[in-house]
């Protein structure tokens, strides 16, 4: 069934994509900015100061939401880091309060909002799940409150699925792309001791899961959006310098790291061994199950 989507967050990496498939497969989208509206499909809002017109939610049967300033863009400071928290909540909020607020015949039928694998924090080599409690840290308490900020429009009796996403690989984007010069140049290597877990995903199966989600009435909650296979730092850097004809040699140490990155440099050095229990159960197939696989198709597609 085709519907009529609100989306925020559209101008990302991944929110740029998913508009791209949500049109293709028929659905009428309409997009969240906070500038004046350019086109017909787009309407203005402004969520740090919980800033929307009732109405644009009332005319959607979906709400999606992937707004928020992204982890790996910037050196960490504590400017940033409350940008990354206040970016997620005010967004968050403002959608689920304006979905709560409306009688319940206007009220979106569904809202996915975006959250990440950062709840579980650092498992080291314990696998995860979607019961798994919140970790420890600055992104595992960011989700904390990123999530708890869907109740309002959940307590209202709106499907809310919390989509605790993975590492997207793709060349154009996600954790893939500033890798590939180095990569490319034979300077690339594994992040400090390589042991960390990585929970990826490829951008194909983000798309289809995150469809996936949107047509399942049966689905609430959190769900693990990343692939049935999570590798180590030093496997992902061995299959990656393979796929690129290229040595993998000069490991990154992690002083190094906490030098170039600052506060991101503790993110990028931890374990997160997720697995997609909620996927997996609901009968939803990878085309990647593999990395090998996931990254052929993230360097060639």
Request: with cysteine; proline share 7%; hydrophobic share 45%.
């Amino acid at each position: 069934m085709n519907m009529r989507i609100l989306m925020a967050g559209v101008s990302g990496f991944l929110g740029t994509r998913l508009v791209d498939r949500l049109t293709a497969d028929g659905h009428q989208v309409t997009r969240l900015v906070r500038r004046a509206p350019r086109t017909p499909d787009e309407r203005q809002w402004n969520p740090s100061a919980a800033q929307l017109d009732p109405q644009v939610v009332a005319d959607a049967d979906a709400v999606v939401n992937l707004a928020g300033a992204g982890v790996g863009d910037k050196r960490w400071n504590d400017a940033y880091r409350g940008l990354i928290r206040s970016s997620r909540v005010d967004s968050t909020t403002t959608l689920a309060i304006t979905m709560a607020g409306l009688p319940a015949a206007d009220r979106p039928a569904v809202l996915l909002n975006s959250s990440a694998v950062g709840w579980y924090g650092n498992t080291g080599d314990r696998t995860v799940e979607e019961d798994s409690p919140a970790g420890e840290g600055f992104l595992a308490d960011v989700c904390r409150v990123w999530e708890a900020a869907t109740r309002p429009a959940e307590d209202a009796g709106v499907r809310v699925v919390r989509l605790r996403t993975g590492l997207p690989l793709h060349r154009d984007g996600g954790m893939l792309k500033p890798q590939l010069l180095p990569f490319r140049l034979g300077v690339g290597g594994k992040l400090g001791s390589g042991r960390q877990w990585l929970p990826w995903i490829s951008l194909r199966d983000w798309l289809d899961g995150v469809t996936f989600l949107l047509g399942r009435d049966d689905l609430a909650g959190p769900v693990n959006v990343v692939g049935p296979a999570p590798v180590t730092n030093a496997e992902f850097t061995r299959e990656l310098a393979r796929q690129l004809h290229r040595p993998a040699v000069m490991p990154i140490p992690a002083l190094a790291l906490k030098v170039a990155l600052g506060g991101f440099a503790h993110e990028a050095l931890t374990s997160t061994r997720v697995l997609p229990g909620v996927l997996g159960r609901a009968g939803f197939s990878w085309t990647h199950p593999d990395l090998p696989g996931a990254l052929h198709a993230a360097l060639t597609g």
